[in-house]
DNA sequence: CGTTGTGTTGATATTAATCAACAAGTGTGG
DNA sequence: CCACACTTGTTGATTAATATCAACACAACG
């Protein structure tokens, strides 16, 4: 549906820096490696983020948006005493800018070496008059997004801490729509978040969701070769559970 | 920035059935009060809903969108136990139809009488091509949608019982952004949901919430006329609370 | 080779859920 | 108009799930 080509005034200035600057809003995982948003990334360098370092502070003016090309990073949203809550993972190809407002609504950072792409909101602007295309799948990533956040207040409104954690588990062995499936169930997945990271992600304290793996251990629902890696010895299971059916 | 004008192919043919149809995605609060949404709006005949009907059932084919033009419907979704987490309330104004999937992620009905007006999907892609500002209005909309998404995964996985209510209550005091603001403070607010309601949306139980709306009076928060009405008598104090800072 | 951060496990505390009872409305039909 | 059923809201007693506090194993790292 369009054609997103390089137009002369289009390119961006080198790799901007990156570090710790400002960002935009809302992306759970919607995977944006559509071709129209393929170009837009390929407009500005990716600039690397070490694990661990903040590219988005909540608060800040919201003035650029970003793309992730490559590793994760965790959204979140902070209480004043330092509560945390992470809205989402952003892996390879997601898209964080969706939500407008003057302030970012949520702080970003990377969980393992990252490199995301910068534009300004201005530049988006622009190359959203010059692509309508491109606005439309943006409504669509940002109609894949508003009902992952839905399911996800399901989850932390009424799942166990059994059902989030397997919840978390399936979602996130399967990548967001368009995507390429990256091993079927049986296979090892990553988790290059730490444990703290998926308690915060599902509402929980982290030794709930180390006790709670524990369990899906002994119930040979999977296995844990690592603590940051996942096999899945009963997929079929998880599922059920995560569902809410167990 | 704009201008849908109704064109001889944009009208609505006279109100149709909406008694309990399906509609489409995720709608909080985000009023669309926008002179194109307004248009929009007028192309098709309210319907009326009865208090305690659906018009929107989880799962069903997602075949149209609706436009909430009176009263409060809640958007909800269901575990197959009967557990269930209301995602939002649909107020006047507010847009259903934004997240796009092949069914509806959430059912949805109405607290108290309310008119909807509903349209097919086909005839939204219509009119977005033909009025290309309105899907740049839509994404404003979605954006805000997930800002208040993301507020509400804070509220549910992080924030305590009297937090919840207070944010809540706040919240539902000042309606979505672009909606006349209806009273200062101290006024009384009408809440045309039930406890259970707001239990299912809070992650609480119905006991909680109601224990909680006790402490809120005992603490001279607020006063409640009657179980559906408040007044907040410390407007400040209670956004403190929501904010987690008491 | 100590130091630090992360993950796990155990003991205990606490919040909110559950179970139960009752009060206050609301609507219906006699 | 009243009696009754039924829903909704409130309050109390108890339970259960998860949080909190604490200790320790282990790996990564300087």
Redesign the pocket.
Known sequence: MSTLRSRPNSRVQGSEPCGSCGARQASICAALDDQDLRQLAALALPVPVAA?HSFIAEGDPAEYFFNVTAGTAKLFKLLPDGRRQITGFATTGTFLGLAVSATYAFGAEAVEPTRICRFSRHRLRHMLDAFPAMERRLLEVASNELVAAQEQMLLLGR??????VASFLVAWAKPAPGCVPSLPPPGEVR?P???????DYL????????????RL?ADRLIA?P???AVVFRDHARLIAIAAGQA
Chains 1, 2 share one sequence.
């Open positions: 661990g799942k166990t801490a059994r059902e989030r988790l978040m730490a444990r703290g990271d998926i308690a509402g929980l304290t982290v030794e709930t969701v180390s006790r709670t793996f524990t251990k844990t690592s603590p940051s």
